[in-house]
C-alpha cells in the first residue's frame, strides 16, 4: 500500500470516527438538550432558527460527512 493509500484509510477512518461521535454524543445527552434545537444564530450571538431534534442531527451529521469526505 503506497503513502496515497494510507492518507485514504487514515482519512476514511477519522471521518468514520468523528461522524461517530458526532452521532452518539447527542444521542446520549437528548433527555438534556431542547427540543427545538438552536441551529443558527445571528450577529448579535443570540439564535435566530431552530429545528426538530432529528432534522438537527441529521443536518449536522450530513455536513460534516460532505466535509470529511470531500
Not at 492518507?7 to 452521532?23: D, Y
Not at 431542547?34 to 455536513?63: C, E, K, M, R
Amino acid at each position: 500500500m503506497g503513502l496515497r493509500g494510507r492518507f485514504v484509510s487514515v482519512a476514511a477512518g477519522w471521518v468514520t470516527l468523528v461522524t461517530a461521535v458526532l452521532v452518539a454524543v447527542p444521542l446520549t445527552l437528548r433527555d438534556r438538550l431542547p427540543d427545538p434545537l438552536a441551529v443558527h444564530w445571528g450577529p448579535s450571538g443570540g439564535p435566530d432558527g431552530s429545528a426538530p431534534f432529528t432534522v438537527a442531527l441529521v443536518a449536522w451529521t450530513a455536513v460534516w460527512l460532505l466535509i470529511g469526505g470531500g
